[in-house]
Nanobody, 119 residues
Framework: QVHLVESGGGLVQPGGSLRLSCVAS????????LGWLRQAPGKEREFVAA????????YYADSVKGRFTISKDNAKNTVYLHMNDLKSEDTAIYYC????????????WGQGTQVTVSS
């Protein structure tokens, strides 16, 4: 069982930056692939970014490539989403998710953190 807690959301102007954090309560942090997904009002949840358990591979949705960066700190059991050049269409609730190695889907989710991009 993994408990995930996100933080770092808020209100930011277009073109601004935010860093989201997600702390995982597990003694096996490196046994999970980690991801960030988001859900905007009236829309389905969508993939944003992911990082492999060993930090070697990262993946991004086309809509955020070049603007967002996912990273992790194993010593802190934390995964980050660095968001730059934010746009109004990035407004959503952002969720951290964990996928145990060998499992086919994200089985653990955080409660979400709201990101609002508005002037």
């Amino acid at each position: 069982q993994v408990h995930l807690v996100e933080s770092g959301g808020g209100l930011v102007q277009p073109g601004g930056s935010l860093r989201l954090s997600c702390v995982a309560s597990t003694n096996a942090f490196t046994s999970y692939n980690l991801g960030w997904l988001r859900q905007a009002p009236g829309k389905e949840r969508e993939f944003v970014a992911a990082i492999s358990f060993d930090g070697v591979n990262t993946y991004y949705a086309d809509s955020v490539k070049g603007r967002f960066t996912i990273s992790k700190d194993n010593a802190k059991n934390t995964v980050y989403l660095h968001m730059n050049d934010l746009k109004s269409e990035d407004t959503a609730i952002y969720y951290c998710a964990a996928q145990r190695l060998g499992e086919g889907k994200y089985g653990y989710w955080g409660q979400g953190t709201q990101v609002t991009v508005s002037s």
